[in-house]
């Protein structure tokens, strides 16, 4: 896509030297929430990096922590009652913690854009949606009305909505789900950013509807050289379109691999028994098996291994020693006391 | 935290307790089990009108137009299709929570629809439901105890007074939570367990068939797996038939006998789960099953991907003759003319409706 060109090369801190050459890497990043009834521990020391047009799944349960990394990464955590212990955000080498608000309002939407799971609460109810998309192009571009219009219509068009131009004038509700999330990509890629992050951004359609949009996504992706970071609990959604997975727990990083080794041999317990407590489409299985009690509650993360009190292998040290990340080569790690007895299918 | 730990027995104990069932669920053979209920040509329309005193009826949205199916003892019906397409009014339906438009259920020989008084009552007590949301369909303030025991305030003689507080531990006790946690609050229970109390709600009566609409749409992937095991092993145990509405097919795939597939108010396909897994001749059907993402590479690989374009038309205002020929990629001009019913097909020994029932390789694998 040629309106790729222009908006990009201008603003963003490019010819800043990176050490490893990350485009966008998280680095040990603690968060937490203080509130009446106390406080969660909610992020515990995630690591992540993305490079150019790659896209990294985030693959966890509700209140793992998908969310919160990503509202951290973008600069929307409400503070108070979120607080950032420590842990840096690094942005082409810059670390977006330590930017001044005005400094990271020009990264946001224009360098690194987000799309919600719910499109509907995400637009504004009471305007137009080509409106909406002109408005950004106006303040941030500061475009003329004309051709923030035009280019809303382009938009628009990119992410196939049919008869754009004639749909300008819709407002929100007038839309169905799919075609909602299509206007609500249109608005994420209006400022050219070079990373998107979705977060969940099918799990509200229909799986028919579903597949478009993950299609859409995809070849948006690769038409505009884009790098993603897809926040999803559907292992299904991951695979078609991910390069590399991390499973987050309890607000940690507890395996991270490329999609085929992941699924061919996980190398943490909780991934493993994930795979397995999934009914699949393609056979019809006996009695699933479960992962036996619940997510941990973030106010009480349990000792050690945080999830030794749900797994099967758990032995004292899982109790006593909080697990490293342990590195199994290939870019493959596993927090886990017996990462490679695991991966090896050894216990 | 110790309630949720009594509840993984189930969840081990692998295919034994599967055995009554196995018939039906192993192979393309006719389910087991005498018709528990039988349903013809149910409609429901719901009027849409114009006017502020006097109300205009301007047309209809036809949520369920014309559905007929049979439900065996022990066996469980999946109905799968797409948000809007009549699932969870057909539920309301058989629940006697919205009057149909037309048709009839049939019940021990009975049209439930018709019922009323003691015998509607009676009816009720025999068909039960479990919903999607554990959040909202619990009562904040009442206790487990209260909300479980409250069927018995309607059917007195299901337990006598005394015998209430035990009976409910029992079901408690049934759907693997503790006992002892009779006197606490929905809030103090997770989304998995409050599920599991809805369960034991309805299960209360001793019911022949349950509902149960999206009964894991809303609970963690680690979290459903111990409901549908549990809600398997419960059939296994009391000999239950489920209606399991779903837009999950992987889940439905797992739990279901029988499998219907309903598409703007009206089912388009039925079968076996293999006939409509394996050997689906719908369109609609196959279109579904390729749009569902799988995450093994190597079944991945051989698939063959079918994207509809568009999406569902509304159902005030469905297309003429085949509702599905606006994003059908074989419609002919005889779609558009006439309505294609739902009947066995030269193909495949399975009712299908589409006049160009055919097989086709690799959408599921
Ligand atoms: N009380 C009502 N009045 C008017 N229309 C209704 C009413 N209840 C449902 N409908 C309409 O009937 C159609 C079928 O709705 P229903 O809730 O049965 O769908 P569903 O298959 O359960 O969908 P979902 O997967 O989203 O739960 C929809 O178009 C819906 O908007
Ligand atoms: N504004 C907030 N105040 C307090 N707790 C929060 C807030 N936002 C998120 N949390 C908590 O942080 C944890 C992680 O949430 P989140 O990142 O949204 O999870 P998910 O992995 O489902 O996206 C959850 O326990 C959640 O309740
Ligand atoms: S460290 Fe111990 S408890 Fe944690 S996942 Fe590994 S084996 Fe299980
Ligand atoms: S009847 Fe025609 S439009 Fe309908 S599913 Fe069959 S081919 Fe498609
Ligand atoms: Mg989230
Ligand atoms: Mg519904």
């Known amino acids: ?347 | 935290m110790a309630a949720s730990d009594p509840t993984n027995p189930q969840a081990t104990t692998g295919g034994a307790a599967t055995g009554g069932t196995d018939p039906a669920r192993t192979g393309g053979t006719k389910p087991r089990g005498e018709t528990v209920l039988r349903v013809e040509n149910v409609v429901k329309h719901f009027p849409i009108t114009q006017g502020v005193v006097f109300k205009r009826q301007i047309g209809a949205v036809k949520a369920v137009d014309g559905v007929s199916f049979e439900l065996n003892r022990g066996e469980t019906l999946g109905i799968v299709g797409e948000s809007g397409c009549g699932k969870s009014t057909l539920a309301k339906l058989l629940m006697r929570l919205e009057t149909p438009t037309a048709g009839r259920a049939m019940l021990e020989g009975r049209d439930m629809f018709k019922l009323s008084g003691g015998e509607l009552r009676r009816m009720r007590r025999n068909v039960q439901m479990v919903m999607q949301d554990p959040y909202t369909s619990l009562n904040p303030r009442m206790t487990v105890g209260d909300i479980i025991g409250e069927p018995f305030d309607i059917h007195p003689d299901a337990a006598p007074r005394g015998a209430r507080r035990q009976r409910v531990q029992e079901l408690l006790d049934l759907v693997g939570l503790n006992p002892e946690h009779i006197n606490r609050y929905p809030h103090q229970f997770s989304g998995g367990q409050r599920q599991r109390i809805g369960i034991a709600r309805a299960l209360a009566l001793k019911p022949e068939i349950i509902v149960c609409d999206e009964p894991v749409s809303a609970l963690d992937v680690s979290i459903q797996a111990q409901v549908i095991n549990l809600l398997e092993s419960l059939q296994d145990e009391l000999g239950l038939s489920y209606i399991f509405i779903a837009h999950d097919l992987s889940v439905v795939r797992h739990i279901a006998d029988r499998v219907a597939v309903m598409y703007l108010g009206k089912i388009v396909e039925i079968g076996t789960e293999d006939e409509i897994y394996e050997r689906p001749t719908h369109p609609y059907t196959q279109a579904l099953l390729s749009a569902v993402p799988v995450p093994d590479p190597k079944a991945r690989a051989q698939r063959e991907i079918i994207r509809l374009v568009g999406d569902v038309p509304s159902p005030a205002n469905p297309p003429s003759g085949c509702r599905f020929r606006t994003r059908c990629w074989k419609a002919q001009d005889i779609c558009a003319t006439t309505e294609p019913q739902l009947v066995l097909r030269a193909v495949e020994p399975h009712p299908s409706a589409c006049h160009f029932a055919e097989l086709k390789q690799h959408v599921v694998a």
């Open chain 1, 1 to 347: 896509m040629n309106e790729r060109s222009g908006p990009n090369g201008r603003t963003s801190p490019q010819g800043v030297a990176v050490d490893d050459g990350h485009l966008l890497e998280v680095r040990d990043l603690f968060v937490e929430f203080h509130t009446r009834d106390g406080s969660a521990k909610v992020i515990n020391g995630v690591s992540y990096h993305l490079d150019a047009g790659e896209t990294l799944a985030v693959l966890g349960e509700s209140g793992s922590g998908k969310s919160v990394t990503a509202q951290a990464i973008m600069g929307i955590l409400d503070m108070p009652p979120a607080v950032i212990p420590s842990g840096q955000i690094l942005y082409r080498g810059t670390d977006l913690l330590t930017l001044p608000e005005d400094e990271r309002r020009k990264v946001r939407g224009k360098q690194i854009s987000m799309i919600f799971q719910d499109a509907l609460s995400a637009l504004n109810p009471v305007f137009p949606v080509g409106w909406q998309i002109g408005e950004m192009l106006r303040l941030r571009e500061g475009m003329s009305r004309a051709d923030a219009k035009r280019r809303a219509i382009e938009l628009m068009e990119l992410v196939k909505i049919p008869a754009a131009r004639q749909r300008i004038g819709d407002y929100p509700h007038q839309f169905s789900g799919g075609m909602r999330q299509r206007v609500m990509i249109a608005m994420s890629l209006a400022l050219d950013p070079a990373v998107l992050i979705a977060d969940e951004p099918t799990t509200a359609l229909d799986v028919t509807v579903q597949a478009q949009i993950m299609d859409l996504l995809g070849e948006l992706r690769r038409d505009l050289n884009m790098a993603m970071i897809l926040i999803t609990h559907d292992l299904g959604v991951v695979a078609d379109v991910a390069d590399r997975i991390a499973v987050m727990y309890a607000g940690r990083i507890i395996e991270h691999a490329d999609v085929h080794s992941l699924y061919e041999a996980p190398a943490h317990p909780y991934t493993k028994g994930l795979l397995e407590s999934i009914p699949r489409l393609d056979h019809k299985g006996q009695r699933l098996t479960t992962i036996r009690g619940l997510p941990p509650n973030l106010m009480r993360i349990p000792s050690g291994c945080p999830f030794h009190p749900r797994c099967p292998y758990a032995r004292q040290e899982c109790v006593d020693v909080v697990p490293t990340v342990r590195s199994l080569g290939n870019d493959r790690t596993s927090a886990c006391h017996f990462a490679q007895e695991v991966l090896d299918g050894r216990i």
